[in-house]
């Protein structure tokens, strides 16, 4: 997904994961299909009504549908974290559920790891 004018993107930090036939040096971004398609279209205008958003909103998610770097722009967005906009097919109310999950997992992960080594000792 493309960024807003005022920002930057930052690549350093999106997993180098590369599906076969593509450039193994080009960003991932180069690819996406988004490129092609109005920004407006992604990120919400000031004050816009609930209906227009979630219409438009469901239009960028059919963009990143079929997108053949979605899952590597949707990891830029959970990374970095990208505060707005529609990336990798995901709103940012979403992208905040899924963060907080990941970081529930983590946190079970981490006591279990460490029952088993207090069991284990």
């Given at each position: 997904?493309?960024q807003p004018p005022h920002s930057s993107l ?111 000792g």
């Amino acid at each position: 997904m493309l960024q807003p004018p005022h920002s930057s993107l930052q690549v350093a930090a999106v997993p180098s994961q590369r599906g076969p036939g593509r450039d193994q040096d080009a960003p991932w971004h180069t690819e996406a299909v988004c490129r092609r398609d109005e920004a407006g279209l992604f990120f919400a205008p000031s004050k816009e009504p609930t209906a227009a958003r979630l219409s438009r909103e469901e239009a960028a998610k059919r963009v990143c549908a079929r997108c053949p770097v979605m899952v590597e722009c949707r990891e830029h967005a959970l990374v970095q974290p990208e505060p707005y906009g529609v990336w990798g097919g995901l709103t940012a109310a979403e992208r905040r559920v899924v963060l907080a999950r990941r970081r529930r997992r983590d946190v079970e992960l981490k006591k279990a790891a460490s029952a088993t080594i207090a069991a284990a000792g």
